[in-house]
T-cell receptor, first 114, second 114 residues
Framework: DTEVTQTPKHLVMGMTNKKSLKCEQHMGHRAMYWYKQKAKKPPELMFVYSYEKLSINESVPSRFSPECPNSSLLNLHLHALQPEDSALYLC?????????????FGQGTRLTVV | AQKVTQAQTEISVVEKEDVTLDCVYETRDTTYYLFWYKQPPSGELVFLIRRNSFDEQNEISGRYSWNFQKSTSSFNFTITASQVVDSAVYFCALSEPAFDDMRFGAGTRLTVKP
């Protein structure tokens, strides 16, 4: 099983809403990632969790709040987003961070902020 | 700082043609890892190959082949006898042990016409 599952697949939210994106993997991976991808651009790293601890925060605005409740789950809490935050949000996992193992990606959540 | 350059923004070929996607990287580290991912219109990033800096052997997998040359800091990807299903955006990526992340090039959009 090399599957990373993300829910929801699509999300439309207003600027005053609070929503959460969810990501789950059952491969025993100890590193999990959030990437943001705008149209016709490469994925941009947002956060890295290694052994359930936040190891990288790429200067992401505080309206994005990650959470790693356990080694299989990764959430991204969204609050007071702006229209420019509309993008594809990709979750990924790998065996460990920083050792060059390949990352497996979910299908992403297409977020639209209105 | 690690950097990946994919100079070809878009490539269009006719089915059965061979096509090569270029990737040039920059790193100060002697240990690093290179990857290729495919992103079809559905959005999910599909892992294709991983190479570490100590393994310069070229690899062939079916119609796919990869040419890794440290002397030119390149890791090129060739699709032989392209098919319409190969149409996608292809990303080259670089990972260094000092960083808990993976950085992507800008991507090359490949269109294979019937």
């Amino acid at each position: 099983d090399t599957e990373v599952t993300q829910t929801p697949k699509h999300l439309v939210m207003g600027m005053t809403n609070k929503k959460s994106l969810k990501c789950e993997q059952h491969m025993g991976h100890r590193a999990m990632y959030w990437y943001k991808q705008k149209a016709k651009k490469p994925p941009e790293l947002m956060f890295v969790y290694s052994y359930e601890k936040l190891s990288i925060n790429e200067s992401v605005p505080s309206r994005f709040s990650p959470e790693c409740p356990n080694s299989s789950l990764l959430n991204l809490h969204l609050h007071a987003l702006q229209p420019e935050d509309s993008a594809l949000y990709l979750c990924a996992s790998s065996q460990a961070a920083g050792v060059g193992t390949e990352a497996f990606f979910g299908q992403g959540t297409r977020l639209t902020v209105v | 700082a690690q950097k990946v350059t994919q100079a070809q923004t878009e490539i269009s070929v006719v089915e059965k043609e061979d096509v090569t996607l270029d990737c040039v990287y920059e790193t100060r580290d002697t240990t690093y890892y290179l990857f290729w991912y495919k992103q079809p219109p559905s959005g999910e990033l599909v892992f294709l190959i991983r190479r570490n800096s100590f393994d310069e052997q070229n690899e062939i997998s079916g119609r796919y082949s990869w040419n890794f040359q440290k002397s030119t800091s390149s890791f090129n990807f060739t699709i032989t006898a392209s098919q319409v299903v190969d149409s996608a955006v292809y990303f080259c990526a670089l990972s260094e042990p000092a960083f808990d992340d993976m950085r992507f090039g800008a991507g090359t959009r490949l269109t294979v016409k019937p």
